[in-house]
């Protein structure tokens, strides 16, 4: 499973965690990320590092 799968298939949160990782790799940071995503910067923060440690399967 890709970001882009999540993205098109998954459930709105999926869609969420993996909008915030394609962000972060584009550079974004966690403040706007947090902003347009509307959740805390705390909720970006763990799924970028989730993200980082299991990959798209996280």
Do not use: C
């Not at 909008?19 to 923060?45: A, P």
């Amino acid at each position: 499973m890709t970001l882009d799968d999540l993205i098109n298939e998954g459930d709105p949160r999926d869609i969420k965690r993996a909008m915030s990782i394609k962000m972060f790799l584009s550079g974004s940071n966690r403040d706007m990320m947090s902003h347009v995503l509307n959740v805390g910067v705390d909720v970006v923060t763990k799924w970028n590092r989730v993200y980082r440690e299991q990959g798209a399967e996280g």
